[in-house]
DNA sequence: TACGTTTACGGCAACGTTAACAAGCAGCTA
DNA sequence: TAGCTGCTTGTTAACGTTGCCGTAAACGTA
């Protein structure tokens, strides 16, 4: 097989400059509709194809490539934006370039250095949990490099984003609690201290206000937790925990499908029976989750919705200089045989 | 900020040319020592990081970026397998393209020669099910770039792989049962076209016979199904047909767990207990497998080693010219409540 | 002294592309 | 007819880097 054709090879073959045939390829002006219809048929006989690695150089940033990290691909959720991500991509024939932060913003810190060197022309992130905004990605948007946030939100952030109402989705999963009869509704929540954990915790406690029922800070369990063998196990704690008070909690709202597996565990061993004596909402209808016994209610975030939005964004955001693109998915409640009590 | 230095702004610095820059850079001969140390001091003074934009167009390939292809991110197996490359690209300092064929050959085709356009300096492939190796893969050889083919063969394939040893999977999991004690085994099968349909209905077979059982094609049900959804349903209705036959089976060896989801289903739907009227065990160990009820014996394939040393053959491939690296995996069995009976 | 060899460096070209500027030519106006 | 205008094309430089070749100075050898 010969080597590529370039615009030189053009250019020889019609004996016009590489200057007309950029042109004429480029629909630029200036050009005689006769000389671009001959340089057109050429560049399909001798298969031209744009070098992207010259391009890149030229326009100093790589062409049509998006840098895009998330915690972790194995979680559910962060796999199905990625998928959401190539779709969209994939569409607009645009490279996603993929990194992980496996929840050091350390490691999150280099592999944005690492995609800014590489000359992406834009960054897809989902934040890790102590993610430095200032220090990690400032300096992108400092290059005036598109920036879309995803999943979770940073304090004060105000540029694109893409993320689940996690106030909503807890508040909706109270109510469910409620409404199916659960008087003593506790929360096993996660850190306070990061978006999605505060607004879940806010949701929760907005949730019961609203129904007029009390409060109780013993019902309020914080647990830590970065992966999902963990998740099981501090689910099981906090379980354990809630259920050696004077008055256990006769449901769980549990701030993921993972903490409530754990639940689920400490239900079995103990004779608890789900719903009937604990109902049980988990959040973001993990596939797991409707194999679960019994099936676990939760909230579906449509990971795949949030990550074509993103790319979109990150799209527009590249032509529109400084609008603003921001979504917030309401997630949905997903009724399963966790959390209604037979009549 | 400033803008980045280039080797042009350390030659002006100093008052040599850029190529002595380039030199001492690049730990060149033909240098003196005393200038070597000036230029790197300085270098290191203006943070000059090389351009790989330039580099690449210099050397006529992308520099350290290796494109990763799989059906799907969202199965479990291909996260993991996702996580190894990542890990060990990070630590090589390697960008992963990403890209997903969703089991579409004309897709895979597109990615890959989109992969190639960009200039990867290698290309790491799960191909997808119907995959055509001459027309999809044997160009990227042809350009001399390393390919690494993961998960899965191609018919004739000799170059660098890494896959799981489906044929002693499946003859494990099958001896497995004969030794607790279940008489008629089936197996739901995945397409003999492919290779892991075809070793592990050849491990199955083989298991039988060295354990003196005779093959009864009825046993053998081969189902059609690309995502897990599907799994679960082509489960479901090969369960049927079994449990139809005038002597149904005792036990299942299930070529995926997604399909083992099925056979749980249908179990419960119909009374059936496992593992004491029915025997289970699935393969590739899922995350679901050891939530399900009882948890699901299956067959660990630890593709997150796979990955590392996928990418690992790929690294040696670059400078060993022609030496094939070739790994085969033996899958792990797992034994879990679904394949022992009670004494 | 004369010549070859080594050491250390600089200049130029090239990778493929595009932007800015220059320029040729026809047609039109005064 | 001189000069202006608009249309079309070509020339040059630049993006940042490295490989090839050339060469001056220092050194060694007969």
Known sequence: MNRRAKLKDIAEALNVSITTVSRA?????????????????????????????????????TL????????????????????????SAHEMNYFVLLGESLHSTDREKKVLDDFSEHGVSGVLIAPCKHSDFNKNVLPIIHRRTPVVVMDRMYDNYNGNFVNTNDFKGAFEAVSHLVQSGYKRIAHIASSDSWSIGHERIKGYKEGLRQHGMPIDENYLSICNFNNK???????????????????PPDAIFSVTDDIAIGVYQYAQENNISIPNDLGVVGFSNSEISKYLNPPLSTLEQNGKKMGEMAFDFFFRALNANGQIFQKSFKPELIIRGSSVLPK
Do not use: W
């Open 64 to 87: 049509n490539v998006v840098g895009v990290i998330v915690p972790h691909v194995k979680h559910y959720f962060f796999s199905t934006l990625l998928e959401g991500i190539m779709n």
């Open 229 to 247: 063998e963990e998740g099981a196990e501090e689910g099981y704690r906090a379980c354990h925990k809630l259920f050696s008070l004077k008055e």
């Open 25 to 61: 390829l480029n629909n630029k002006t200036d050009i005689n509709p006769t000389t671009k219809q001959s340089i057109l048929a050429m560049a399909k006989e001798l298969n031209y194809k744009p070098n992207n690695l010259a391009l890149s150089l030229r326009k100093s940033s």
